[in-house]
């Protein structure tokens, strides 16, 4: 059975950081990446950001890119999403999900596993 279990959010003021985490287990560790989706309310998920599990390669969505690090640590089954100079226009559920096959990594599509969420809000 696959899960993942996201954690880290939480209120927090403009300019402010916050570091999500996501515990992978079961069948979602065989994945070959990891990404990070955000829904705000009333709005449609989209990508934040996403990482292969071999090599150093990340990706960003340019609302993101600069602020954001993506980073993982298998050892510990776990990615993290770093977030700094956090904007209200980040607020948002942040899900962390993992890819299988060969989807484009930046399409929600492409990923079979899903965590619940966190919730981050930042207030101006």
């Known amino acids: 059975q696959a899960q993942l279990v996201e954690s880290g959010g939480g209120l927090v003021q403009a300019g402010e950081s916050l570091r999500l985490s996501c515990v992978a287990s079961?069948?979602?560790?065989?994945?070959?990446?990891m990404g990070w989706f955000r829904q705000a309310r009333g709005k449609e998920r989209e990508f934040v950001a996403a990482?292969?599990?071999?090599?150093?390669?990340?990706y960003y969505a340019d609302s993101v890119k600069g602020r954001f690090t993506i980073f993982g640590d298998k050892s510990k089954k776990t990615i993290y999403l770093q977030m700094t100079n956090l904007k209200p226009e980040d607020t948002a559920v942040y899900h962390c999900?993992?890819?299988?096959?060969?989807?484009?990594?930046?399409?929600?599509?492409?990923?079979?596993?899903w965590g619940q969420g966190t919730q981050v809000t930042v207030s101006s």
């Open positions: 999900a993992a890819r299988d096959g060969f989807g484009y990594i930046m399409s929600p599509s492409a990923y079979i596993y």
């Open positions: 990482m292969f599990w071999i090599g150093d390669y990340t």
């Open positions: 079961g069948d979602s560790l065989s994945s070959n990446a």
